[in-house]
């Protein structure tokens, strides 16, 4: 199903998006498609993303207490690596 959809946009944009529509024999509202189709596939597909059996093996090896301060104890090793 195609649904018409009305966008405001800069008049040198839309010249400059014509004229490479046109040069690459697409219309511009193929483009638009295609641009909107692949960036919201990127945020699908990144969301996707699943652990792999390696990492999720490894997951609760670590037991550290509550209230360990990650920032901290880093930022000291730094200072000791480059005394």
């Known amino acids: 199903m195609e649904t018409k959809l009305t966008l405001r946009l800069n008049d040198h944009v839309i ?3 014509k004229i490479y529509a046109r040069s690459h024999k697409i219309s511009l509202s ?3 498609e295609s641009y909107l189709d692949s960036i919201t596939k990127q ?3 990144e969301k996707k993303i699943s652990i ?3 990492v999720e093996s490894l997951s609760g ?3 550290l207490p509550a209230d360990f ?9 730094l200072e ?3 005394k």
């Not at 301060?69 to 000291?76: G, H, I, T």
């Open 80 to 82: 000791e690596k480059y």
């Open 43 to 45: 945020k699908e597909e």
């Open 30 to 32: 193929k483009i638009i």
């Open 61 to 63: 090896v670590i037991d």
């Open 52 to 54: 792999t059996p390696l």
């Open 15 to 17: 010249e400059r998006a």
């Open 69 to 77: 301060d990650y920032k901290k104890s880093y930022r000291d090793y």
